[in-house]
């Protein structure tokens, strides 16, 4: 019999089962595989019974009803279980078959993985999936790398089922080779734990510092959503604050206060400091997760430790706008950093990256979409080498205008005691990255003199190195260079 599979499926929780399903709808025909075999039986009884999915109980079979060149997609944990389900579904492929890993899996087991089958004759994509449950259903923002000469092979089926922007272009394209996809995927995710965390930090001054109610705090992400700051996130944020909990009361307020993650965002905030690029506003997101998780030290410290009392005292619509001018001030901050993280990456690893056309697949489907990021597509179109986004005329005016608000909630938090790190730090990158001279100049001193680190002057050309005796003891030993 001629096989009728278009792709084949490994993995069927929600996120899988729902990919599928999305698949069917949009016409491919899916081999739907679990290794527990029971789930296959449960999804083709389920959700699956009446449509074109192929149910398939073993891996042998799985690729028998695909066609050539055969696609096998994994939705599985990221790590070994990869490694494992690749080596197990090789022996029933051939030359040119396609292996794809659609979990969140480090971009550097991705490049290793391109390789691995790429000597075997095989195609690898690694792709980043991005929109949760809902968007793997209805269509998430899809971001694959690889092997080039898969796209072709995927690229209907991907772009198909992806989300879509406002004139129908696909949250989905090409992004460049071997780890490129599940990199960006990385840094998505890292922009996403700061998002989360300036949401939390507005909410945290709303109701510590004005005395809010979930109620009230409900309508003003509501009138933030339908403005600048239209996004998925803030609409969450909007519909959580709303809801009651069986007695009445905002369930939010009953959810114990310590974060988890995954890992992603630790991900980017290493490669960040490996690259030399300061994302120091996703670092404090990730690190205000850690300080969450440490809800007992917390507590006892809370009953030690003293500070300002956190009321603010002011005018309460001024200093809501004023939270508002900084959560926005700050996201411009965030996205600024990523894309300066992303463009670091491109040289580091080859990578072609298409700044504009990444904007574009964050702009729907995925967890940090907004109507934000189609003035971060049109700033990379307009000049496809800005260095910054600081540096767009557009991003320069809203910071201008969000300026004074922005420095205003920064020094009420500081001066009432209620933390705000990520609003800080992006302040603090904002003030650094706009000043032509910092103190360094004393570091670099401090370092040659205790290291002979050396040092540039600045009456001289740059790549020449001095090294002083500071105290009539060391020696005058020179180096050539030194790591900035």
């Not at 944020?237 to 009361?249: A, C, F, P, S, V």
Request: charged share 25%; with cysteine.
């Amino acid at each position: 019999m001629e096989p009728k599979g278009d792709i084949a499926l490994i993995g069927l929780a929600v996120m899988g089962q729902n990919l599928i399903l999305n698949m069917n709808d949009n016409g491919f025909t899916v081999v739907a595989y679990n290794r527990t075999v029971s789930k296959v039986d449960d999804f083709m009884d389920g959700e699956a019974k009446g449509t074109n999915i192929i149910g398939a109980r073993s891996i042998e079979e799985m690729v028998s009803h695909l066609k050539r060149p055969r696609r096998v997609m994994m939705l599985v944990k990221a790590g070994q279980a990869v490694d494992d389900f690749i080596d197990q579904v090789i022996p029933y492929l051939e030359p040119g078959d396609i292996i794809i890993d659609g979990g969140n899996s480090l971009y550097q087991d991705s490049i290793r993985r391109t390789e691995y089958l790429k000597a075997r004759g095989m195609l690898f994509i690694g792709t980043g999936v991005s929109g949760g449950e809902e968007g793997a259903r209805r269509g998430p923002s899809i971001m694959p790398g690889g092997h080039p000469d898969a796209w072709p092979h995927v690229k209907d089926i991907f772009q198909a089922i992806s989300a879509k922007v406002e004139d129908g272009s696909p949250c989905c394209d090409w992004v460049g080779n071997d780890g490129a996809g599940h990199y960006v995927k990385m840094v998505h995710n890292g922009i996403e734990y700061g998002d989360m965390q300036l949401i939390c930090e507005a909410y945290h001054l709303m109701k510590e510092g004005l005395g809010m109610t979930a109620d009230e705090m409900h309508q003003v992400f509501a009138e933030w959503n339908e403005g600048d700051l239209d996004s998925y996130l803030i609409e969450i944020t909007r519909d959580i604050l709303g809801y009651k909990d069986e007695d009445g009361e905002p369930l939010v307020e009953k959810i114990l206060d310590t974060a988890g993650q995954k890992g992603t965002g630790k991900w980017t905030v290493i490669n960040s400091a490996e690259l030399g690029i300061p994302i120091t506003l996703i670092g404090e997101a990730v690190f205000s997760r850690c300080i969450s998780a440490m809800k007992d030290d917390r507590v006892a410290a809370s009953k030690k430790l003293r500070g300002p009392k956190s009321v603010i005292r002011t005018d309460r619509a001024k200093f809501i706008d004023d939270i508002r001018s900084a959560l926005y001030a700050s996201k411009i901050i965030s996205y600024a950093q990523g894309f300066m993280l992303l463009r670091a990456a491109a040289a580091e690893y080859d990578w072609k990256l298409i700044f504009g056309e990444i904007a574009l697949m964050w702009r729907g489907g995925c967890i940090i979409r907004s109507q934000f990021l189609g003035k971060i597509k049109e700033a990379f179109d307009k000049r496809k080498r800005l260095p910054n986004l600081l540096l767009d005329p557009h991003f320069k005016r809203e910071i201008r205008k969000s300026q004074r608000g922005w420095r205003n909630v920064v020094a009420t938090a500081a001066k009432k005691g209620i933390p705000a790190p990520a609003f800080s730090t992006a302040l603090n990158f904002f003030d650094a990255f706009r000043s032509e001279r910092l103190p360094a100049n004393l570091l670099q001193a401090q370092r040659d003199y205790f290291g002979a680190h050396t040092y540039e002057r600045i009456d001289r050309e740059r790549g020449e190195y001095f090294h002083t005796n500071w105290t009539g003891r060391g020696g005058d030993v020179s180096s050539t260079t030194y790591d900035a």
